[in-house]
């Protein structure tokens, strides 16, 4: 019986785990396209402004087109990823948390869910735990995520 249990633990281990690796490669590579967003906004801000010219040079110069442009047209706030959002409650996560079912929730509403359902929120498929591990991955993108 002890040996039976075992297994059936490290089968939901393995299981548990799988769900983690496929949900970390999906975030990171959201993360690099976010990466390269980043890195393409720094260079553009962190380009000197154009030298001052004849006497009454204007005190303020745009550091590139992009800046001037900027100034010009009012930019929009970029709309949160998606993948940011607990899909219980729609709301930005704080504290992610991978199920079994390899979705990604809000620590308190997948808690809560399974408080009354031993099922996936999100596939209606019976859960073979109710284990929940820290996605890290998906904090850390959520907390340095820029508009």
């Known amino acids: ?21 496929d949900t970390v490669a999906t975030i990171s590579a959201a993360g690099t396209n976010a990466n390269s967003e980043r890195k393409r906004k720094s260079a553009v801000e962190s380009t000197p402004p154009p030298a001052k010219r004849g006497k009454g040079a204007a005190t303020t110069t745009p550091h590139s087109a992009a800046a001037a442009a900027a100034e010009s047209v009012a930019v929009p706030e970029r709309e949160r990823p998606a993948f940011h959002m607990c899909p219980l409650t729609l709301d930005t996560m704080v504290n992610p948390v991978i199920a079994v079912d390899g979705q990604t929730y809000e620590r308190g509403a997948i808690e809560k869910w399974f408080e009354k359902h031993a099922r996936s929120p999100m596939t209606n498929m019976e859960l073979s735990s109710t284990a929940l591990v820290p996605n890290i991955i998906a904090k850390t993108m959520i907390l340095d995520w820029e508009p």
């Open 1 to 21: 019986s002890r040996k039976r249990t075992s297994r059936m633990q490290e089968a939901e281990l393995a299981e548990i785990e799988a769900a983690y690796k």
